[in-house]
Structure formats: structure tokens, C-alpha cells
């Protein structure tokens, strides 16, 4: 039997549109300089993406409601659905986001989908908004709750209830609570380091409602200088379809340059920021090089490569050309697209 429980995102959407409202007004009364606040087209992005999502789940929801009702049909296991077997629920629920979340954060293909949610310079309300419209590489961390005997519906639920949570913690307007709060519960404080893009604070605080999961596995920061939000490499754009497929293309450019099939199969699974070694070890020793010639021998080689071109050399004999720097999109560049 399908648990009859609420449409909580459904039931939140008044909350939504009023907290945003009053945030973009304390910004018109209280504007702080220091903070990212509002941008209207950056905003507009962001709804967009939010909308767009809404469609784009519906149609990913069909297979995977089937593969989690296949589950559930096959494994003995049953919980009832109580009030305290939902607290319950919602506990796991949240231990598997976690895991979910920093899957997506350090294996490139999953970190396509998430970097739309990091792609905004800003960080208000309207940021909690821009969701992926490719949500699903997400559903199989929560395959272990379906075979526990979680009901799918259950599980929708639980999850409905983890966004609606975390809606609240994209702000700026809300400085740290009170200490017991702010070791237990992810709060803005603790989500503002993860939507950061400076290095220490890359791949923190993953949590959705509880920040417990951090502490536990070693990914917390607690907030200490000012957030500067986006990527490392931002795309500047605010086009829809380009902020939901730009790390698609990036993927897809790198693995056509790719040399061999493993360095393919590293530019799709391993980390965003990953290169081969022998790329990397070239990159490196090029800038090493650059950095250490002095102003003489660079003057003597620019002159040298002046009196060559004047020369009759054929192509055959000239020296080969240095590859192109990578796409400033691409996360394989030298500082690779990153945030967290």
C-alpha cells in the first residue's frame, strides 16, 4: 500500500516566493556592499533553471520510479510508515544525501549535473533555485534505503523534505547561530563555504539538513573569510541551456583530445580538476621554465626565432608548435572549474 503523505515542496512554494521577497527588500533598505546580494539576470537564470528542473524530473522520475518499485517488489523487507519510522527515514535519507553530494563534487560525470547549482556568482534565495535539469545520476545512492524496504513514495517524501530544508540556507542575510545549531545543522553559515570558490573551502560542507556527516568524515569548514560564490573558472553566461550542458561539452571536448582510452575514461570519472600525469608534469615544467627565463635569454630567443622566420626554412624542418591552452570552460585547465 503507498504511503499517503504530503507534496511538501508543493506546500512550501508560498514560503519560497514570500522569503524571497523579503530578502530582495532587505537588500533595497539594508544594502551591504560586502555581500553578493541580488543581480536581475542572474536571478531570472536561476528561476529558469528551477522551472526547467520541474519538467526535466517528471521525465527522469518514470525509469527510476520503475527501478525502485522493481527493488522494493523483490527485497522481503518492509517499514511502516510512523511517525517515528519517518524520523528514522528521514535520518538515512540524509546520510545518503550526503554521500550523494560528494559523489557528484569528485567524479566529473556527476559534477556535470551539480555545477549548474554552483554556477552563480551570487548567493540569495533565488540560488537555491538553480537546479541541474539532469538529476538522474542521483537516484542510485538511494538504492540501499529501496531495498531496506522503503517505500519509493517514502522516499520522495524524504527527499522533498531535505530541499525544502536546505531553501533557506542560501542566504547571506543570516549570520551564525548559536552554537549548538551550528554544530549539528547544516545553516547558512556552513552552506555559504560550500557554494565558495576559494581553495579552502573547496568540497566542504556537503550536508543537507544535518552538518553531523562533515564532522564525521572529514569534509567540514566552518566559515572564516568572506565566500567569494561561483566556480574557479566562471562561464559567464546566462543562457539556460548553456548553464545545464556546459560541463557536458567540456567533458566531451577533453575526451576527443584524449591520447589514450584510459586518460578518456579519466576525464569522465575521475575528479573534475584531474589530469594525466604526463600533462600535468608538462604544464608544470612549462611554467616552471617560463617563470625562471630571465629577461636576457628571452630577448636572445625571441631574436633568434625573428632571424629563423627570415630564413628559407621549409615547414618540414621548422619546430613543431605548441599545443593551444586549454578551454577556459574546461575543468581540466590548469586551475580546473571548481565549487563547492
Not at 520541474?54 to 511517525?83: H, N, Q, S
Not at 542566504?171 to 552554537?179: A, D, F, H, I, M
Not at 615547414?315 to 574546461?330: E, I, N, Y
Request: aromatic share 12%; net charge neutral; hydrophobic share 45%.
Amino acid at each position: 500500500m503507498e504511503p499517503n503523505l504530503p507534496d511538501v515542496v508543493l506546500w512550501s512554494i508560498p514560503a519560497f516566493v514570500l522569503l524571497t521577497v523579503i530578502e530582495m527588500v532587505s537588500y533595497r533598505l539594508h544594502p551591504d556592499e560586502d555581500a553578493a546580494g541580488y543581480e536581475t539576470k542572474d536571478a531570472a537564470t536561476s528561476v529558469t533553471m528551477g522551472l526547467g528542473s520541474l519538467g526535466f524530473d517528471l521525465l527522469w522520475k518514470i525509469p527510476i520510479l520503475a527501478i525502485y518499485m522493481g527493488v522494493y517488489e523483490l527485497t522481503p523487507l518492509r517499514v511502516p510508515v510512523l511517525w517515528w519510522t519517518v524520523l528514522l527515514m528521514l535520518l538515512a535519507q540524509d546520510f545518503f544525501y550526503y554521500w550523494s553530494h560528494r559523489g557528484h563534487h569528485v567524479i566529473r560525470i556527476l559534477w556535470a549535473c551539480h555545477v549548474v547549482h554552483h554556477s552563480s556568482e551570487k548567493f540569495n534565495l533565488t540560488t537555491a533555485l538553480r537546479q541541474p535539469w539532469t538529476s538522474a545520476t542521483v537516484w542510485p545512492f538511494y538504492l540501499p534505503l529501496i531495498a531496506c524496504g522503503v517505500h519509493p513514495a517514502a522516499l520522495a517524501f524524504c527527499q522533498s523534505a531535505n530541499l525544502v530544508y536546505q531553501f533557506w540556507v542560501h542566504t547571506e542575510r543570516v549570520g551564525k547561530l548559536p552554537r549548538p545549531f551550528e554544530y549539528v545543522l547544516n545553516t547558512p553559515s556552513h552552506h555559504r563555504v560550500h557554494h565558495a570558490s576559494q581553495g579552502g573551502y573547496l568540497d566542504r560542507n556537503y550536508g543537507g539538513i544535518l552538518i553531523i556527516w562533515d564532522r564525521m568524515f572529514g569534509s567540514f569548514a566552518a566559515e572564516a573569510e568572506r565566500p567569494v560564490y561561483g566556480l574557479t573558472k566562471n562561464i559567464s553566461t546566462y543562457n539556460p541551456l548553456r548553464v545545464a550542458t556546459h560541463e557536458y561539452a567540456a567533458i566531451a571536448r577533453d575526451v576527443r583530445a584524449a591520447d589514450t582510452w584510459s586518460e578518456r575514461a579519466g576525464r569522465v570519472f575521475r575528479g573534475p580538476g584531474w589530469q594525466p600525469a604526463a600533462k600535468a608534469g608538462a604544464i608544470t615544467a612549462a611554467t616552471d621554465s617560463t617563470a625562471a627565463t630571465p629577461a636576457s635569454a628571452t630577448t636572445a630567443t625571441t631574436a633568434a626565432t625573428t632571424l629563423t622566420s627570415a630564413t628559407t626554412l621549409t615547414p618540414a624542418t621548422s619546430a613543431p608548435s605548441v599545443s593551444s591552452a586549454p578551454d577556459t570552460l574546461s575543468p581540466q585547465a590548469p586551475a580546473p572549474e571548481r565549487a563547492l
